[in-house]
């Protein structure tokens, strides 16, 4: 059984309204996208919502889905300072059995297809070993901290080609894949060996600035993304 947990707490402190606030035709904004999207996943079974918001209970109630299970969480669980491991611990109380798929509203162009493919590749590179899934991005340039260049060797090259050099992987919170038994037992939402599913930028992108909500309306308007709804 592949059960979706689908944190959504209310208010924002970077994008007001956020998880509401209309995205082109979507007067319900990035909430409304993500529960369609879910609901469209041939391979999730429940979808776990997990809010404090009165509006964003009311839509999901109105979808009149028996696929939606709607959890009013607890104040103490919806500061800013609330961590994502207490959020681990709420997860495995509420889904009792199966393997957990933890994503968020704010990948919008995460589509049921690709759901789907990723849930796939799950089981898939379970049998070659790995234990979790979670979607990353790549970033292959030129990337430094105060000491200087983290990805490349300046003795050897001081300025190599960015297609030689070894990339690296944001973890862009698209999905996160596990067996609640491993987030019961690492508490975490991944395993010892987690495999990298690469996702490119446009797929993977993640709504957590005022600009990015911006730059995400557009490139929507411009057809250069879907939400794979119509």
């Given at each position: 059984?592949?059960?979706?947990?689908?944190?959504?707490?209310?208010?924002?402190?970077?994008?007001?309204?956020?998880?509401?606030?209309?995205?082109?035709?979507?007067?319900?904004?990035?909430?409304?996208?993500?529960?369609?999207?879910?609901?469209?996943?041939?391979?999730?079974?429940?979808?776990?919502?997990?809010?404090?918001?009165?509006?964003?209970?009311?839509?999901?109630?109105?979808?009149?889905?028996?696929?939606?299970?709607?959890?009013?969480r607890s104040s103490q669980l919806c500061q800013s300072s609330t961590s994502t491991d207490?959020?681990?611990?709420?997860?495995?109380?509420?889904?009792?059995?199966?393997?957990?798929?933890?994503?968020?509203?704010?990948?919008?162009?995460?589509?049921?297809?690709?759901?789907d493919e990723i849930i796939k590749t799950y089981y898939s590179e379970k049998n070659l070993?790995?234990?979790?899934?979670?979607?990353?991005?790549?970033?292959?340039?030129?990337?430094?901290?105060?000491?200087?260049?983290?990805?490349?060797?300046?003795?050897?090259?001081?300025?190599?080609?960015?297609?030689?050099?070894?990339?690296?992987?944001?973890?862009?919170?698209?999905?996160?894949?596990?067996?609640?038994?491993?987030?019961?037992?690492?508490?975490?939402?991944?395993?010892?060996?987690?495999?990298?599913?690469?996702?490119?930028?446009?797929?993977?992108?993640?709504?957590?600035?005022?600009?990015?909500?911006?730059?995400?309306?557009?490139?929507?308007?411009?057809?250069?993304?879907?939400?794979?709804?119509d």
């Amino acid at each position: 059984m592949i059960s979706a947990f689908l944190p959504c707490r209310q208010g924002s402190e970077r994008v007001p309204y956020k998880n509401i606030k209309k995205f082109s035709k979507y007067n319900f904004g990035l909430t409304e996208i993500k529960l369609l999207q879910l609901l469209k996943t041939n391979l999730i079974d429940i979808i776990y919502l997990s809010t404090d918001d009165e509006k964003i209970i009311n839509f999901a109630s109105s979808l009149n889905s028996k696929k939606i299970i709607i959890h009013k969480r607890s104040s103490q669980l919806c500061q800013s300072s609330t961590s994502t491991d207490e959020l681990v611990d709420h997860a495995v109380d509420l889904i009792k059995e199966g393997v957990i798929l933890w994503t968020h509203v704010t990948s919008p162009f995460l589509t049921c297809r690709l759901y789907d493919e990723i849930i796939k590749t799950y089981y898939s590179e379970k049998n070659l070993g790995f234990d979790s899934l979670m979607t990353v991005t790549k970033i292959q340039s030129f990337i430094w901290d105060d000491n200087g260049p983290i990805n490349y060797d300046r003795t050897q090259e001081k300025w190599p080609r960015t297609q030689t050099i070894k990339p690296i992987f944001e973890i862009n919170s698209g999905i996160f894949l596990a067996d609640r038994e491993i987030y019961k037992k690492n508490k975490d939402r991944i395993g010892d060996n987690p495999y990298l599913y690469k996702l490119d930028r446009l797929d993977g992108f993640d709504i957590d600035w005022p600009e990015d909500f911006v730059i995400a309306q557009q490139m929507f308007a411009q057809g250069l993304v879907s939400v794979g709804l119509d």
